[in-house]
């Protein structure tokens, strides 16, 4: 079981700052006919809770609301329920919370992002915290689909065409990571016939955003081939990656060896027992 913050006392709480913390970042937007429109907010908390549990993290509450929605990567704002949240917003609400954790003892925080609009204002807000605390956290952010090498990329996709992860928005791998964790709220029977690879976006951006620069529909690229199969695929390599990007960054911490490995470090060692 993960350790949720909001379920745990002040006390419970601050007796865990030697132990990761993980805050778990979404958006409220429009997934097309078939996908509801908490998907990157549900996917980031599912990820999140997964991680939380393989480094013994505290999971802090999602937040649940993101930069805006933009036409090429999440159909835009014209859609209702899409809740789009200004840059500046989204910086202070970041800004705020990491500076809480950090000012109540935190030293390591893992930042999780699910909407990919959001990530320049979120490195925005760690970099104001890193300067104004002096560096004396580390917080190190991903994007879920980030760390996933080209390896499994070809496992997860198998012969299904990837678009981009900017058009990957309601498609094969949210659809997947849904079927996988939340089954229910996915409806397939409603994707419609017409939802192919067709749609190209202009290779520029105009303001405003009008009725036809997307799809209808909502979505930017076909769910076609989604399955929870791929979505655990997804999740077992990007909790590979992350566990292991957390070890390096956090629990080692190898302030004597920065640049080597973590593999170098273990046939380090065990040369050193061999003997
Ligand atoms: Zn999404
Ligand atoms: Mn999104």
């Known amino acids: 079981m993960a350790v949720?913050?909001?379920?745990?006392?002040?006390?419970?709480?601050?007796?865990?700052?030697?132990?990761?913390?993980?805050?778990p970042i979404g958006s409220t937007e429009q997934h097309g006919q078939h996908l509801p429109m908490g998907v990157d907010t549900i996917l980031a908390e599912c990820i999140a809770t997964d991680l939380a549990e393989r480094i013994d993290g505290t999971?802090?509450?999602?937040?649940?609301?993101?930069?805006?929605?933009?036409?090429q990567s999440g159909g835009g704002p014209l859609f209702p329920g899409t809740i789009d949240l200004?840059?500046?917003?989204?910086?202070?609400?970041?800004?705020?919370?990491?500076?809480?954790?950090?000012?109540?003892?935190?030293?390591?925080?893992?930042v999780l992002n699910a909407h990919f609009e959001n990530e320049a204002f979120i490195l925005e807000a760690i970099d104001l915290v890193n300067r104004e605390t002096g560096g004396v956290a580390t917080v190190v952010e991903t994007n879920w689909w980030d760390p996933l090498?080209?390896?499994?990329?070809?496992?997860?996709?198998?012969?299904?065409?990837?678009?981009?992860?900017?058009?990957?928005?309601?498609a094969v791998t949210e659809t997947s990571l849904m079927l996988h964790y939340a089954p229910e709220l996915v409806h397939l029977d409603r994707v419609p016939t017409d939802t192919g690879t067709s749609f190209a976006p202009a290779p520029y951006v105009r303001y405003p955003v009008r009725p036809g620069d997307v799809p209808a529909h909502g979505g930017l690229a076909s769910p076609a081939g989604a399955s929870a199969e791929r979505g655990q695929l997804i999740v077992?390599?990007?909790?590979?990656?992350?566990?292991?990007?957390?070890?390096?960054?956090?629990?080692?911490?190898?302030?004597?060896?920065?640049?080597?490995?973590?593999?170098?470090?273990?046939?380090?060692?065990?040369?050193?027992?061999?003997?």
């Not at 802090?60 to 930069?67: A, D, E, I, R, V």
């Not at 090498?149 to 990837?162: K, Q, R, S, Y």
């Not at 390599?237 to 273990?266: K, N, T, W, Y």
């Open 59 to 71: 999971l802090m509450p999602t937040l649940s609301y993101g930069y805006k929605s933009r036409p």
């Open 236 to 275: 077992e390599a990007c909790m590979r990656a992350v566990v292991s990007i957390c070890e390096q960054e956090f629990v080692g911490r190898q302030p004597e060896h920065p640049a080597l490995e973590p593999q170098v470090i273990e046939e380090l060692k065990t040369i050193g027992t061999a003997s």
């Open 149 to 170: 090498t080209p390896h499994d990329m070809e496992a997860i996709f198998d012969g299904l065409p990837f678009p981009g992860w900017a058009l990957e928005h309601a």
């Open 4 to 23: 949720r913050m909001d379920q745990l006392s002040w006390k419970e709480f601050a007796e865990r700052s030697h132990q990761p913390v993980i805050l």
């Open 86 to 110: 200004n840059g500046s917003t989204v910086i202070a609400q970041v800004r705020d919370v990491l500076r809480e954790l950090i000012d109540d003892g935190f030293r390591n925080i893992l």
